[in-house]
């Protein structure tokens, strides 16, 4: 049972059947999945979703999927944290992290939408789905598509992670890599996509694939007890989780599950690759696209998608959004680490770096919430941070040579023994 009625264009309004399509054919415009919220409203509640599966599709009526969810049965719900040392350290009340470092099955919050977009592709008869991806999305389509037993092509530009070429051939994707940046990668598979008539998440399942972005607002919502934060700092890439989370808010609203909170929406990206917060920052609509360059590699798109929904969303909440550096992001890494035991990648780095800067300029205040998004898994990237951290002390397995080193240690001289 679906509550999706059509796709409409966001540009120009004209409507579309539930299909394989991601561009209004007057306009050129992004189009969006429409839905019946009056129904919607008729049959969801807090009990009935409170006494489903804790997943994302616990908030099945929201979503465009028309029968049984065949993806995903473990993907989504993941904790929201009371960080109470990260807030102490940061200086403020109540500081909560969302923690998609422990999303099933791989680790980020791309499991949310490619949840989305195989249920989806599988709905259309698709039998080979493929993505343009900066290292995540890749890790999610091979696992989720293993499942549904579709074939699957991952593309990639060169110089990803380790962990993000293992993480996605391990499942017998058949995976490429591209000599050039994620904005070649994405202008090569709308290519691909027209030809080889392949399911790409990310391109022509978009509109279905996006959505599946406004689970994490769903969840936060309802694991702050069905109410809205004061305010939220996501990262920005495509552009797609941003401005879906804001929608989450607005239709949890919509159908009536939530009173209308008033939620400042910001927007983190990392230096290198900052497009997004140039135009916030410059007060324009226009995103000049940039080549990126950062260690942040899962957010390192220089020419968004969907830009100019998250400038549209964070300013319509009154919020804003800053850009860390490298430098910035490692350290928000170690506090993150340190402080709540948990292992972030470069995103949420980025996110945590960019929410102190928020915190700094008296845009976040003491006595307001906070979420902090983590929306990926640091073991994914080591050798993001490997290079910035100690190395392990090297001794032999006798006891009085840990007993020297123990004193070393005691005595604060670190540098003394070996770091093979
Ligand atoms: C893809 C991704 C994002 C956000 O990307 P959007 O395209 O803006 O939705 C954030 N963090 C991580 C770890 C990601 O992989
Ligand atoms: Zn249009």
Request: aromatic content about 8%; overall charge neutral; glycine content about 8%.
């Amino acid at each position: 049972m679906s509550y999706v009625t059509s796709l409409k264009c966001r540009e120009c309004g004209q409507d579309y059947p539930v299909k394989p399509l991601h561009v209004c054919e007057t306009c050129f415009g992004p189009l969006e999945v429409v839905y019946d919220y009056e129904r919607i409203r008729a049959v969801m509640s807090r009990e009935a979703i409170k006494a489903r599966p804790s997943n994302l599709w616990r908030y099945r009526e929201l979503l465009p999927v028309d029968g049984e969810p065949e993806a995903g049965p473990f993907s989504g719900f993941t904790p929201l944290l009371a960080a109470r040392r990260l807030a102490a350290e940061l200086g403020l009340k109540s500081v909560y992290i969302k923690d998609d470092t422990v999303n099933h099955p791989t680790l980020s919050y791309k499991d949310r939408v490619v949840s989305v977009a195989i249920t989806k592709a599988s709905e259309f008869g698709f039998t080979t789905v493929s993505c343009a991806s900066t290292g995540n999305l890749a890790t999610a389509v091979a696992a989720h598509a293993a499942r549904a037993r579709l074939r699957c092509y991952i593309f990639m530009p060169e110089g990803v992670e380790a962990g993000k070429i293992v993480g996605s051939t391990i499942y017998g994707a058949q995976v490429i890599t591209i000599r050039g940046n994620y904005d070649d990668v994405n202008r090569l598979c709308s290519e691909i996509a027209d030809k080889y008539g392949w399911a790409f998440v990310n391109i022509n399942l978009r509109p279905y694939y996006t959505e599946g972005a406004k689970t994490f607002g769903f969840e936060v919502a309802e694991q702050l007890g069905w109410r809205l934060p004061d305010h939220i700092v996501l990262p920005t890439a495509g552009g797609t989780i941003l401005p879906k989370v804001a929608k989450a808010f607005k239709e949890f609203h919509e159908v009536g599950l939530i009173e209308d909170g008033h939620v400042k929406v910001h927007c983190a990206q990392a230096a290198g690759s900052a497009p997004v917060v140039h135009a916030l920052h410059k007060g324009t609509d226009l995103i000049t696209p940039v080549k990126p360059n950062t260690i942040a590699k899962s957010i390192a798109i220089g020419n968004p998608a969907d830009g100019f929904y998250v400038l549209k969303a964070v300013r319509e909440s009154g919020g804003w959004g800053d850009a860390a550096t490298d430098e910035e992001i490692i350290d928000a890494i170690k506090l993150l680490a340190r402080t709540e035991g948990i292992f972030a990648e470069p995103a949420g780095g980025t996110t945590l770096a960019v929410a102190i800067k928020l915190i700094n300029q008296g845009r976040i205040k003491r006595d307001e919430s906070l979420v902090v998004s983590i929306t990926g898994n640091g073991y994914k990237t080591l050798e993001a941070v490997a290079g910035a951290l100690e190395q392990p002390f090297v001794i032999e397995a006798r006891l009085k040579d840990f007993d020297a080193l123990f004193e070393r240690l005691q005595n604060g001289k670190r540098s003394v023994a070996g770091a093979a």
